[in-house]
């Protein structure tokens, strides 16, 4: 029997699992369909061995300390001046993790009087730091240019007197659309706004060398970008670009940077391995692109509809509990695919997400997709 300490929590598990919601830690089984490792740079020996190299010269597993104190390494100082140069921005902050670092972005960089325009598809990292924010925020309907362009003159006319970020993804993470980056830099031109674009699932895949969406956009005065670095780029932690002055602004006021252990300088040297590997080695993005256009042509032929046009394969069904069943059934068959559920996702949407990756090739795409077109028959609601 659960103690009165424990109830109330307990109620809340029971609750989850009534509605097909609860999450639970599972082994990683399986053909790979589910990790951003899009390049499969995560077991790289090349990034591996650097690694390895770096321990034989003495550098520590261990910072020992926030980045302001004794954890400032040489290896995070070379990588954040390497990936300015490689990503085409004046400064860069190494973060712990892309949640860490959209965290700290959107709740210290807008002020009191400023407005946060986000979309409503956006990281669940970003909208926690919008809502520590001083700044309003509105939601914006996801993709909805009018939609953003209508809050942003209401806001001015409104009487607004500070600045507007607009916070998007490059590609979002659910559903494997892109944003349309040109025009939101118009408008924030036009509004004397910022744009802020998380490249996370973009970085390595997409641009000249991996450099992502935003390539082009970058090095003025008012666009942030975010390149996480543990999903093509196969380690840890995450950098934050744009202008000298907003990096160091954060130096001086984001306290996820300020209050958090610095990151190991090993994933450090591994970051910065792989950021020269995406220069070095372009068969690799080239080959992914080749795959994810496979397995989005396949699908259209298998199910009749259309694919997203990027590595994120999205199969929605609705049901929570029938997601979670025909996820299982894959797993059965020797593919590692999850249901994502609300809150994940809106409610009503609950998906099969697919990542293609370089851990597969075309016959297991086929061969997943055939085991997928039977379990949703045999799975009904």
């Known amino acids: 029997m659960t103690s009165h300490y424990l109830a109330r929590y307990d109620r809340t598990l029971n609750g989850l699992e009534r509605k097909g919601r609860l999450r639970t830690l599972v082994p990683c089984n399986g053909v790979d369909f589910t990790s951003n490792d899009y390049l499969g740079f995560a077991g790289s020996p090349r990034i591996a061995a650097a690694i390895a190299a770096a321990l034989e010269r003495g550098v520590p597993a261990g910072s020992g300390g926030s980045r302001l104190l004794r954890g400032n390494h040489p290896e995070h100082e070379a990588l954040e001046y390497e990936a300015s140069a490689f990503f085409g921005v004046e400064k860069m902050l190494y973060f712990s993790s892309g949640y860490a670092a959209n965290a700290a972005l959107f709740s210290t960089l807008p002020q009191r009087d400023d407005l946060i325009v986000y979309d409503a598809f956006i990281h669940t990292s970003a909208r926690e730091g919008v809502t520590a924010s001083r700044a309003q925020s509105v939601m914006i309907r996801h993709n909805d240019l009018g939609n953003f362009e209508s809050a942003l003159r209401q806001w001015r006319m409104a009487g607004g007197k500070g600045h507007a970020w607009i916070a998007v993804e490059s590609l979002y993470s659910m ?99 792989a950021l020269k590997m995406l220069a070095d080695e372009p068969q690799r993005r080239l080959g992914l692109q080749k795959l994810f256009t496979f397995a989005n042509t396949q699908l259209a032929a298998t199910f009749g509809m259309e694919g997203s046009g990027s590595q994120i394969l999205p199969i929605l069904i609705g049901d929570n509990a029938r997601a979670t069943r025909v996820a299982r059934r894959l797993q059965a068959g020797g593919f590692d695919i999850r249901a994502i559920r609300p809150p994940t996702v809106p409610e009503g949407t609950a998906r099969l997400r697919i990542a293609i990756t370089l851990n597969v090739d075309q016959y297991e795409i086929e061969r997943m997709l055939n085991h997928l077109k039977v379990a949703l028959a045999e799975e009904v609601i």
């Not at 490249?199 to 991996?210: D, I, L, P, Q």
């Open 175 to 273: 559903d494997g659309d892109r944003a349309p980056l040109a025009d939101l830099m118009a408008l924030a031109d036009r509004y004397e706004s910022f744009l802020v674009v998380d490249e996370a699932h973009a970085t390595g895949v997409f641009g000249s060398e991996g450099r992502g969406l935003a390539r082009g956009l970058e090095g003025r005065d008012n666009i942030i970008l975010l390149h996480t670095c543990g999903k093509a780029l196969g380690v840890s932690g995450a950098l934050v670009g744009g202008s000298k002055v907003l990096c160091d602004y954060l130096v001086n006021r984001a306290r996820a940077f300020i209050y958090s252990t610095a990151p190991s300088p090993l994933m450090a040297t591994g970051v910065r391995e």
